[in-house]
T-cell receptor, first 114, second 111 residues
Framework: KQEVTQIPAALSVPEGENLVLNCSFTDSAIYNLQWFRQDPGKGLTSLLL?????REQTSGRLNASLDKSSGRSTLYIAASQPGDSATYLCAVPGTGGGADGLTFGKGTHLIIQP | AAGVIQSPRHLIKEKRETATLKCYPIPRHDTVYWYQQGPGQDPQFLISFYEKMQSDKGSIPDRFSAQQFSDYHSELNMSSLELGDSALYFC??????????FGQGTRLTVV
């Protein structure tokens, strides 16, 4: 059974810092990994999807890397802003097929201090 | 751009009642997923459909059922509701093997 772990569970930093959020998973036979952002009581916003054949994916100030063999992914946030405050979740699909449900980590609760 | 539409946004039911949640996926997405998120918890996968056929099943209680219709919208039916069913219920859609997009969720409160 796939297990996803995110470190740290919470992080509070001043505005402008560069951040690294970590995600690890136990079953490396995944075909992609997805990072989400969730604001309190709201839906999940997809940030980045990395296919298993890719090592990195970038969107604006966000960069996600994937090391499938070691079961790790990182989300790098450059020049953090107060609007980045949210919970960040990584998720991987099951290994049975394309419509498998996602297994989520418990998230990193991020606070950016103005 | 069109997003995943869920209705209703909020629902209050009494114990032992039945609830039906609806999901309208992004056009041309062939896969629909349902998730349950309890307070302070990560989303838990319930069930998925690919091309209107049930595809994967997670931790969905036997009291819950779901289906996907010919127009690709999906409904989650929840019977004999319990207090512990109070949660945010999300629907997501995707094209197979690609990025999943989530709706804003239905907040179900069982009293």
């Amino acid at each position: 059974k796939q297990e996803v772990t995110q470190i740290p569970a919470a992080l509070s930093v001043p505005e402008g810092e560069n951040l690294v959020l970590n995600c690890s998973f136990t079953d490396s036979a995944i075909y992609n990994l997805q990072w989400f952002r969730q604001d309190p009581g709201k839906g999940l916003t997809s940030l980045l999807l990395i296919q298993s054949s890719q090592r990195e994916q970038t969107s604006g100030r966000l960069n996600a890397s994937l090391d499938k063999s070691s079961g790790r992914s990182t989300l790098y946030i450059a020049a953090s802003q107060p609007g980045d405050s949210a919970t960040y979740l990584c998720a991987v699909p099951g290994t049975g097929g394309g419509a498998d449900g996602l297994t989520f980590g418990k998230g990193t609760h991020l606070i950016i201090q103005p | 751009a069109a997003g995943v539409i869920q209705s209703p946004r909020h629902l209050i039911k009494e114990k032992r009642e039945t609830a039906t949640l609806k999901c309208y996926p992004i056009p041309r997405h062939d896969t629909v997923y349902w998730y349950q998120q309890g307070p302070g918890q990560d989303p838990q996968f319930l069930i998925s459909f690919y091309e209107k056929m049930q595809s994967d099943k997670g931790s969905i209680p036997d009291r819950f059922s779901a289906q996907q219709f010919s127009d690709y919208h999906s409904e989650l039916n929840m019977s004999s509701l319990e207090l512990g069913d109070s949660a945010l219920y999300f629907c997501a859609s995707s094209r197979l093997f690609t990025e999943a997009f989530f709706g804003q969720g239905t907040r179900l409160t069982v009293v």
